[in-house]
DNA sequence: CCGGACGCTGAAAGCGCTTTTTTCAAGCAT
DNA sequence: ATGCTTGAAAAAAGCGCTTTCAGCGTCCGG
């Protein structure tokens, strides 16, 4: 059933119907009953692809994000979706798990399926805008980058300022009367680098010149935090405190240290990252920065918005973690 | 750049350009050399949106989820996106919240650019088979509910048996000597349902007969678990043993537990739902029936893909959950 | 040496819309 | 009564592909 159909059983021409569809152009009362009659008592549903092919967009957005599953990415995704659903569009997903070529796969599809626009969620994300591969799908259309930089010509970023949220834990475990701290690096992306930043820098404005050596390494799940503590027990090392760049970690790094027999927060106090649903199962729950990715899905959402109508100016922002006190710090 | 302008410059038609490109129909290599030079040195990028107009798919899936956020659905999701993906499709997903206009509008959405196959993933879609607004669009392409029953020509379902899966719970809480238990209901669906029955029929076969009665409502969430066992203990009955319907409301039964001076699992065991990461992040950690979700997803997906294919036959189909032990039962 | 078959390529139609252009008729002023 | 204007509706073009069909040259067998 398509418009030719429509046209035929009101007895008038296709465009006629196309105008009475899209409420424009001048069609009298009587002629737009007699169609819109026609059209009420079939089930004819309009071609997108057709409508597309004549030039219009087909409102769609493009989400790379690199694994749904994670909570953090699942709730920017989330609020990406809802956004752009009320604003009439719909959104189509990829888990790229950090993979180039899924990437590039991706966006080579969703060019060729003329997406409005593209967010990308996640700093690994930045190394699309000089990759050669990449590059030119990401000029096809506007881009928003969630959480890292990228230089492209229709290219904008929303950052978060993770540098400032390692820090408010730092003076928080600080302003506790911690001086042993250590901060447990999980992931090796642009942001985790940005956390360790500011927990040096934070330690050196307090006067502490060694952070650099109190970083530990490890993978970001419950046995990664586990095994930071175990190997930082073992080292001998004095430790009153821990920043970890991740709930999760952080919650692996408290179970190690129970074990351990040591308690949270009084012998050693810990703080998460992302403030996630996990913050909150832990016990004691998690003080954890909040890194706001509503908030930024929201913005970027704004951005992409406006670059798709071209209604600018437009600019990259960057916003500011808070830190929630719970109980392990 | 289109296909004409390749064409033009390679100084052929159009319809050998087709043939390069597609790799179909006979080409000299003579010709096919002179096109694939056009083409390596141009950035030219078919248009999916024309390919779909001419009568081929267009390869995408359309996935309704409730809420991503959720680890459950964000498991099968991810799931369904990467194997979809692999088998090169692109999918499109919709957090409908539960909302039925959200679906329908996803759904008119999605049927106007001819999605090829529909996946809903949990039980409160079975509703959509008989809305009179929503069956049309779930005519139009193959559908798949994950976990739910629907009734429409082209539709199937992949199930979990969750009665079995709340009867493995109360058996597991029985074998550990438990004899007073109930049963945390925190959500209205038919998936909640089954479990309520299964945990009913399991005490029926060992004797108790009044299960309906030890059934506690709530909300799905860590405070929803707390007030739960706040208005249990409140009542003053004997309990010794709590299934619960999702891991998150059974670390908000542990920690209610814990903060009444009742120990997990010695005085009270507690069994959670999902096997999601929460039951491994709570202290003590959950044990949990897994029902699985990748593999439901799997199945979705073949299943779909099939029904798209038309390579028959088809049949719903069911899947066993199993208990997964840990510390709190 | 000619006819038919076959391989390669181009021409053209068609997919279902939007939009521009054209047609037509009615209404009005001169 | 003629010519103009105006508004409604039809006609037609165009979007970028796929696919069918036709044309044309070549090769082979009779």
Redesign the interface.
Known sequence: MNIYDIAREAGVSISTVSRVLNNKGNVTAATRARVERVLARS?Y??????R??AGKP?R?IAVLTV???V?HY??T??TI??EF?RRGY??????TGGERA?AI??L???????ADGIVLVGSIFNQLGSDPQAA??LR?APVVLANGRIDLPNSYSVLVDDRHGAALAVEHLMARGCRDLFCVRDVATESAEAKCEGFVRALEHAGISDGQDRILDTGQS?AGGEEAVKALLASGRRVDGIVCGED?TA?GVV?AL?AAGLRVPQDVAVTGYNDS??A????PALTSVDNKPELVAMLCVQLLESLIEKTGPFSSVTIQPELVVRDSA
């Open positions: 089930n549903t309009p071609s997108a692809i057709a597309g092919m087909l769609t694994d749904i599953r909570p699942a709730r995704a989330y979706e809802r659903s719909e959104v189509s997903l990829c888990n899924e796969r991706y080579r599809a969703v060019t060729e399926k003329h030119p799908f096809e419950i999760i919650s179970r129970r649903e996990y909150r199962v832990c016990d």
